[in-house]
């Protein structure tokens, strides 16, 4: 058996399609609310998720409300992630979802299900709802 390892770069804008088609679509079923951490930042395109130049900063991060999930006070779970978050969720759907999700994302052939895969492997580690 031959073992072979492969870099693979995965740009801002890669990260930015898979976001968009996450959050007006493919996730919206859970990921009820997103917005953006720091507030500080001017952006060139709108929505916030759809500029690449977000990802620049290494303290950006987004804030979504988990509908889904419900505290004890009957109150919508909200999850933090940041670059190292969807690195981690991108490495996971490398190893995990290689022959379907990660071949639509590389070869930017993705849908509403890759992005929704993406999304919740970057804020669980794991896919849980879908």
């Known amino acids: 058996m031959i073992e072979i390892t492969t870099v693979q770069k995965i740009t801002n804008q890669d990260i930015v399609d898979q976001l968009i088609t996450a959050f007006e679509g493919?996730?919206?079923?859970?990921?009820?609310?997103a917005d953006h951490i720091p507030k500080d930042i001017e952006f060139k395109e709108k929505p916030w998720y759809a500029d690449p130049t977000f990802w620049d900063r290494p303290d950006a991060r987004i804030v979504i409300t988990?509908?889904?999930?419900i505290d004890?006070?009957?109150?919508p779970k909200t999850h933090n992630i940041g670059l190292k978050d969807i690195k981690q969720g991108l490495e996971l759907m490398s190893k995990n979802y290689f022959d379907t999700h990660w071949t639509a994302i590389v070869t930017e052939?993705?849908?509403?299900i890759t992005a929704d895969v993406f999304l919740q492997l970057a804020v669980f580690g794991?896919?849980?709802y879908g």
């Not at 988990?66 to 999930?69: K, L, M, P, S, V």
């Not at 004890?72 to 109150?75: M, S």
């Open 126 to 128: 794991e896919v849980r």
């Open 72 to 75: 004890e006070d009957e109150k």
């Open 26 to 33: 493919g996730s919206s079923y859970w990921a009820v609310e």
């Open 66 to 69: 988990d509908g889904e999930d």
């Open 109 to 112: 052939n993705g849908d509403a």
